[in-house]
Structure formats: structure tokens, C-alpha cells
């Protein structure tokens, strides 16, 4: 039993790939910064211990040798473009235009593609030191020339060309534009680093993130229930025998199979209802009955199997 209960509590393996100066090593400490568990490449065994996703790094676009990883991937994919911040001027900016470029790669290869602002993802506190902070602070007064790289640093300032150096290198102009933008709507030095993450598109990261483990997390509900199943019948145990046909197991496997199918982009409807609960148990049985693969059939009987209960109690 205790066994069956540290693999559902198991936290999603993420491994995250990519090729050499696309950013991955921002990426993998921005994902560990927000708890996620993430392997080192190469060190989980095929079939027993693979990640649950996996995170392809790329930068500007998916060239040949991602398309092999993605290929290769045991699990889901996730593929962040990186440097979203030189994607390019538009009128929302470049995080839009970088957004636009990943639809349409997403569109091409088939697997979700998110934009990332690499260098804010990553950022800490600590990572902004007091004089980084009060040069930053100089610069709503005296802002900087952030035309160019070689501007910020060749255009004479009062902030010392070193500190400027070290800003570009750890926030770069995007950054320490948003920075400014912070420091001027009232934001103190430990607000900074949730505006900067904000504006590096580290949410709809994470949102992404959520959606790719969604099947690994039903499986492995499922996989408790068909343990506990053989537990209760070989033991005779009826307590088992009752938390297996209680609501609450119902209702758990109904919210797991619902994140699976609103990951692959279908919608559930919500209503508290008799009426809504009902519609909802017809829909999805005659979608389970379609060409669906087999997780989704079980993701529609599960979603069925809850809704009927949601029924039967909004009648009584």
C-alpha cells in the first residue's frame, strides 16, 4: 500500500533537452526554481524510470536534430523557443511576435511550442545585487540608450560601465527595460524579479508544463486503482472494496481524464447541473465510442463514470 501511495504522490520527471547555446541550462534552472523535478539528460532508464516529459529546448526555430529528440521521446513534449525577447519588434512587442512563431511551429510538427524569455525565467533575487538594483533605480531618471548592445555600454552614463555590463549580461536590454517599467509603477527590488518572470512568459511556461504531464498523472492514477483493485480482491479487503466504488475515487479519476483531454485541446463542459451532468456523460460516451485512441477511451469512461454520479446526487 505504501508503495502504491509514493508512486501516485511522485512528482512529474521532467528531462529537459536541446542543443548547445539555445538555452538550456535556463531553462532547466528556471523549472527547478518553481519545484519542477528535473533529470540531468541521459540518466533515466528506457521504459522504467523515463521522464514524464520532456523539454526541448530550441532557439529561432525546430531544426533536424530536434525533430529526432521529439521523435525519440518516450513520454509527452514540451518545446520552449527560447529568446523570445529577439524575436523581433511588433506592435505587442516580441514576445507576440516570438508567440506567432511558435503557433505556427507548433502547427508544423504537431507538439505544443511556448516562447520563453530564458535569462528572466532563471532569475533569483539574489541573482539582483544592491548595485545592480540602484543602477537600475538611476536608470528611470537617466534612462539608458538601449538601441543596441554596444550602446548601453559605449553611451556615457552615470552608472559605472562595468555595472552595465553585468546588467546586460544578467538581464539584457529586454530585461532591464521591463526592470525600469517595474521600478516606475512603485515595484521594490523583490517585486522586480516576479515582474521580470511575467514579462520572460514564465506563466504560460508553466501552464504548459501542467498540460504535458496531464496523461503521465492519469496513468498513474489509473494504475493506483488497478493495484488497489487486485489488493481489495486477493485480501478480501472491504475497506478497499469501498474507497474503490466511492465518489471520491470517481471523482478523482474524472478530474485527472479531464486534464488529459482539455491538454489535447477538447473541451469539457463545467455546469453544476443535473441537466449539465447528464449532457456531459452522453457527449463523451459517444465520443469514447469514435476513432479515439485507447487513453482517451478510458478518459471518456472515466469522465462518463463522474458525471453520472454528479448526476445521480444533483437529482436526490
Known sequence: MAGILERLGRPTRVEVTGRDGVGRGCVTTALRRRGVTVGAVGT???GVDAPDVTVVVVAEAVKAEDLAV???AAGQVLVLLTKADLAGAGPQGPIAVARRRAEAQSRRIGVPVVPVVGLLAALSPVDLADDLVAALRRFVTEPPDLTGVDAVVAQPHSVDVDVRRRLLARLDRFGIAHAVLALRAGCDAAQIVARLAQAGNVAEVMTALDAAAAPARYR???GAIVELRYLAHRFDDAALQELLVADVTA?????AAVDVVTAAGLAV???????AHLARARRWR?????PVTALHRQCSADIVRGSLRLWDGARA
Open 220 to 222: 498513474r492514477l489509473r
Open 70 to 72: 521529439i521523435d525519440a
Open 251 to 255: 471523482m478523482a479519476a474524472m478530474s
Open 269 to 275: 463542459d463545467h455546469g453544476d447541473s443535473a441537466s
Open 44 to 46: 533515466v532508464a528506457e
Open 286 to 290: 459517444g465520443y469514447g465510442r469514435g
